[in-house]
Nanobody, 119 residues
């Protein structure tokens, strides 16, 4: 059984940094592109960053230059380094990706990790 678990969220002051992790576990054959989303209650979910299996990255304009997505394929883990955090970065952050196993592939979501930017 495949699981996707985010970690690394917390409370940080404006201008601070956090590093989120998205770790996949189970009988994994391949992990395709991985997406980081964020959800603010009452607002539409926002795609924050994407990294392909080959390492190509893309970012929302709101985080470009401040966030960096990376992946460690040996650890089946994707990271989101968040610097110069702003109040408006407060949200629950989720990772999402398609994972293939011996019996097929499907999309998975993690449970989310809360990021709160506050003074």
């Amino acid at each position: 059984q495949v699981q996707l678990v985010e970690s690394g969220g917390g409370l940080v002051q404006p201008g601070g940094s956090l590093r989120l992790s998205c770790a996949a576990s189970g009988s994994i054959a391949s992990i395709y592109a991985v997406n980081w989303y964020r959800q603010i209650p009452g607002k539409q979910r926002e795609l924050v960053a994407v990294i392909t299996s080959g390492g190509t990255t893309n970012y929302a304009d709101s985080v470009k230059g401040r966030f960096t997505i990376s992946r460690d394929n040996a650890k089946n883990t994707v990271y989101l380094q968040m610097n110069s955090l702003k109040y408006e970065d407060t949200a629950v952050y989720h990772c999402n990706c398609r994972i293939s196993t011996a019996v097929g592939s499907q999309y998975y979501w993690g449970q989310g990790t809360q990021v709160t930017v506050s003074s």
